[in-house]
DNA sequence: AAAATATAGTTACATATGAAACAAATTAAT
DNA sequence: ATTAATTTGTTTCATATGTAACTATATTTT
């Protein structure tokens, strides 16, 4: 490609990205307007859903969201009644995180609704087109330099 | 895929957005460190340097940012002196917007290297791979239900 | 052609954000 | 065993952000 015709529209990291909040912007919609969460709660929650017994510190590795951004937005759910917060035995700082009873019933009540939310975009794909997506975005990932 | 495994890491925005951030996050090392701008400024400058005689709005509807990002991004460009604003002929609320001789130059200077970039990613794909990575990604936004 | 609407771009304001400072507790080093 | 260094999570503060209000101009309606 020349320079002279350079196109944002088609270099990869904008087309990823583009193609990546349309997707997500469009999936906003289903946890904000059907079940009033933001999406660092919606995140907080599906963890929470699977990974039971896990602090702070762990969530924010693992949806790579930085440690004050978790913080608030952990104050905002205890607030809404959808997770507690105990004591960790043997360590006075952590916190250790779990879904409230009407936490889990979100949960319960979202998850499927996510699936078949996904499972509506995946139907446009066949079999082989999901595991290349997959397979390629595994390899991009890897294959970035310098990751911050 | 039942409730009780659901993987946030496997679900579809969410691998997404986390592979575009991965690799956005990675090329805007380039864009900033080594040409010291933003990635609207990056933006901007990547369209200037294709589409000449362009007006603030129209800049703001191709990369999808609203006008007031637009607006203060392109204050700092004018500031650092890689833009010219100029009057419209026909319509005095316009500016239409081109690059400097400096902000061409840094053009010139970063297409190149972002190629380069972006040369280095896709050489971990097959030429089939990377075609199939396209019309995925086509697939899945024409597909999204009610963006916005 | 005057009045009403719409558009381009900037500014003001209220909120969101994240880096750095912080308090409290834990672990490592001497 | 003290001291020093590290870790966990919250708070502070300065900056970034987006909505809504705004100014100026253009277009449409009557």
Redesign the interface.
Known sequence: ?S??????EE?????????????????A?LYETEFGITRPEW?II??L??QKNIIARELSEL??LDKVKISRTLAVLEEKKLIIKSPVEGDLRATQLSLSASGHELY?RL??K??E??N???D??TGT?YR??????D??????????
């Open positions: 490609m320079m002279e015709n350079f196109l944002l270099f990869l990291p904008y087309k990823l990205v583009r193609t990546a909040e349309h997707i997500a912007n469009s999936f919609e995140q599906a963890n859903g699977v949806i790579r319960q998850v499927p996510a699936l939310w996904e509506h975009m995946l446009g794909l087109q290349d997506l997959c397979r390629i975005l390899i991009l990932y890897k294959r970035t330099p310098n990751q911050k």
